[in-house]
């Protein structure tokens, strides 16, 4: 097999201690559901669900079927996955076939998946989601006891799996009104399923802000994302642990995510010279730059033109220029002891210095998810100890 552009690496040791530290913030009983969509936030589903389960995980929530069987290409057969967005009508007899579990959110879905279910002689595995203010996904209140009849009425054929909702922005101090508004309705929901007497085997709520932040909203299982790829949710959340655990800093959290690439080509320009396409940078100086053989297509992204940074020999190097589709230049007139082949870290450490994925969302605006989700599946992605 040929070379690729660039190589990310995951860590074994960091996801291991991130797994450890949401583990004692959640206490021993609920399921960790490791979140795994947009290939696992661009760490790549393939490599990094293996490298979940060998850390304990046994549980995989996606965003589509799609992504769905990809999961099942790679896990064990111990592993159940979930799918909490689009699964299409055409697709339900497969999922049932598979075992796997599946949210709904209109009434309308529950007799088409009994005769599914029925024909199949499996049982299929659902997951309510209901409806309690982020209006996103969500089954209204006003159906909520026809689905409980429906479930209770057809128990062997459509198992009533779960019970959920999901969060809008749970990451941000200045939404916990909202936030407690949510709960309080999902705590609705389960007092009808009481009286109704038919009760989900799993009540699940909490993703990474709410698990680490309200413990109250930890029920029978978490949907961890971003947390368990070492980022906090957001600066409030960060906020609120340190203020728990009475400390100044925290790295509880760590990355386990790095990019690297090599050095394409090194060569001198003279000064008043331009570099790259158009004359958005010109030589103040001779200077010496290093060729990266990756660009915007690449996922390296285009805003950081002229203002990024890499690591070459654990010393910054400046994105000199535009970043081309599949190039860009960097400076290393101050780095003599860069060769032609080196290696450039473009998102995490080298010796001594660091590049963070919030380095390059700082200037470009993107959150982190969307940076990282945005990296090409083409990628190769491998496990480090
Ligand atoms: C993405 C997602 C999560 C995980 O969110 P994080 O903030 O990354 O932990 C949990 N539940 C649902 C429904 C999601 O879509």
Redesign the pocket.
């Given at each position: 097999m040929v070379r690729h552009s660039s190589r990310i690496e995951l860590k074994k040791s960091a996801y291991k201690n991130n797994i450890t530290f949401i583990r004692r913030k959640i206490g021993e009983h609920a399921t960790i559901s490791s979140?795994v969509?947009a290939n696992a936030y661009g760490h790549g589903i393939r490599t990094f669900v293996p490298m979940a389960e060998g850390c304990g995980i046994n549980h995989f929530?996606v965003?589509s079927s799609f992504e769905a069987e990809e999961v099942m290409d790679v896990c064990s057969a111990g592993s159940r996955i979930m799918i909490?967005g689009i699964l299409y009508e055409e697709d339900i007899p497969w999922a049932i076939e598979n075992g796997i579990e599946f949210f709904v959110y209109n009434y309308e879905r529950l007799p088409k998946i009994l005769d599914a279910a029925k024909i199949i002689g499996k049982p299929a595995k659902v997951h309510v989601e209901v409806e309690t203010g982020a209006n996103r996904t969500g089954l209204p209140q006003k159906d909520f006891l026809n689905v409980l009849s429906f479930l209770k009425k057809h128990k062997q054929h459509v198992l009533f799996e779960g019970l959920c909702t999901?969060f809008g922005g749970a990451?941000s101090v200045s939404n916990q009104f909202k936030i407690d508004m949510q709960h309080k309705r999902y705590k609705a929901f389960l007092k009808q399923c009481r009286e109704k007497k038919i009760l989900p085997n799993t009540r699940h709520i909490a993703?990474?802000?709410a698990a680490l932040a309200m413990p109250d909203t930890v029920y029978d299982m978490v949907?961890?994302?971003?947390?368990q790829y070492g980022f906090w949710?957001s600066p409030d959340i960060y906020f609120s642990h340190l203020h728990e655990t009475n400390k100044k800093a925290d790295s509880s959290l760590k990355r386990i995510f790095s990019w690297r690439t090599d050095i394409m080509d090194i060569r001198d320009v003279e000064q008043g010279e331009f570099i790259g396409y158009g004359t958005s940078f010109q030589a103040t100086h001779k200077m010496t730059i290093a060729v990266m053989p990756l660009g915007y297509s690449n996922g390296y992204p285009r805003a950081l033109s002229n203002r990024g940074h890499v690591l070459i020999h654990g010393k910054k190097a400046a994105i000199v220029g535009l970043i081309n589709m599949n190039l860009f230049m960097v400076d290393i007139t101050h780095i003599k002891e860069a060769r032609l082949g080196d290696e450039v870290v473009l998102i995490g450490r080298q010796h001594t210095n660091v590049i963070n994925v919030s380095s390059f969302t700082n200037s470009t605006q993107l959150l982190n998810n969307e940076m990282l989700s945005r990296l090409p599946a083409a990628i190769p992605r491998t496990v480090v100890r």
């Amino acid at each position: 097999m040929v070379r690729h552009s660039s190589r990310i690496e995951l860590k074994k040791s960091a996801y291991k201690n991130n797994i450890t530290f949401i583990r004692r913030k959640i206490g021993e009983h609920a399921t960790i559901s490791s979140v795994v969509k947009a290939n696992a936030y661009g760490h790549g589903i393939r490599t990094f669900v293996p490298m979940a389960e060998g850390c304990g995980i046994n549980h995989f929530s996606v965003a589509s079927s799609f992504e769905a069987e990809e999961v099942m290409d790679v896990c064990s057969a111990g592993s159940r996955i979930m799918i909490m967005g689009i699964l299409y009508e055409e697709d339900i007899p497969w999922a049932i076939e598979n075992g796997i579990e599946f949210f709904v959110y209109n009434y309308e879905r529950l007799p088409k998946i009994l005769d599914a279910a029925k024909i199949i002689g499996k049982p299929a595995k659902v997951h309510v989601e209901v409806e309690t203010g982020a209006n996103r996904t969500g089954l209204p209140q006003k159906d909520f006891l026809n689905v409980l009849s429906f479930l209770k009425k057809h128990k062997q054929h459509v198992l009533f799996e779960g019970l959920c909702t999901h969060f809008g922005g749970a990451e941000s101090v200045s939404n916990q009104f909202k936030i407690d508004m949510q709960h309080k309705r999902y705590k609705a929901f389960l007092k009808q399923c009481r009286e109704k007497k038919i009760l989900p085997n799993t009540r699940h709520i909490a993703c990474s802000a709410a698990a680490l932040a309200m413990p109250d909203t930890v029920y029978d299982m978490v949907r961890i994302g971003v947390a368990q790829y070492g980022f906090w949710p957001s600066p409030d959340i960060y906020f609120s642990h340190l203020h728990e655990t009475n400390k100044k800093a925290d790295s509880s959290l760590k990355r386990i995510f790095s990019w690297r690439t090599d050095i394409m080509d090194i060569r001198d320009v003279e000064q008043g010279e331009f570099i790259g396409y158009g004359t958005s940078f010109q030589a103040t100086h001779k200077m010496t730059i290093a060729v990266m053989p990756l660009g915007y297509s690449n996922g390296y992204p285009r805003a950081l033109s002229n203002r990024g940074h890499v690591l070459i020999h654990g010393k910054k190097a400046a994105i000199v220029g535009l970043i081309n589709m599949n190039l860009f230049m960097v400076d290393i007139t101050h780095i003599k002891e860069a060769r032609l082949g080196d290696e450039v870290v473009l998102i995490g450490r080298q010796h001594t210095n660091v590049i963070n994925v919030s380095s390059f969302t700082n200037s470009t605006q993107l959150l982190n998810n969307e940076m990282l989700s945005r990296l090409p599946a083409a990628i190769p992605r491998t496990v480090v100890r």
